[in-house]
């Protein structure tokens, strides 16, 4: 599995086999950031550090921006009442929300361990 399957698919960063999340794909709005402690197949310790999540803040915040800023667009450019935008811009945000959350995990951990799945 490469690595943009592998964040996309929430898999662990360094054998790509085991789940990051206790409940599977990326619209779960459920136990959103309910992740396992461990990968079941290589068993990394998924909590490098204290405070490690906080990172994925930063991951999260470029995806947040992409679907975001349409929208802000659309209100600098038409004519239309710049509610309605915003009224989108809210909904779109609840609705990929999980997604955003999740993907923003993914990412950080893949930046930061290293992928060694020829020795698993």
């Known amino acids: 599995m490469n690595l943009l399957a592998s964040i996309t698919h929430l898999k662990c960063p360094r054998c790509r086999k085991g789940n990051l999340f206790t409940k ?9 950031l309910d992740m396992e402690k461990e990968c ?3 068993k990394l310790n998924y909590e490098l550090e204290p405070g490690f999540w906080l990172g994925a803040l930063w991951a999260s915040y470029p995806l947040i921006l992409i679907l975001e800023v349409p929208f802000l667009i659309g209100v600098l450019m038409s004519d239309k009442s710049p509610l309605i935008f915003i009224g989108f811009m809210f909904l779109s945000m609840l609705l990929f929300l ?8 993914s990412i950080w951990i893949h930046v930061q361990v290293k ?3 020829l020795s698993y």
Do not use: A, D, K, V
């Open 40 to 42: 079941p197949h290589c």
């Open 115 to 117: 992928y060694e799945g």
């Open 98 to 105: 999980p997604m955003l959350l999740r993907l923003g995990r």
């Open 24 to 32: 599977r794909g990326l619209f779960s709005y459920t136990q959103i």
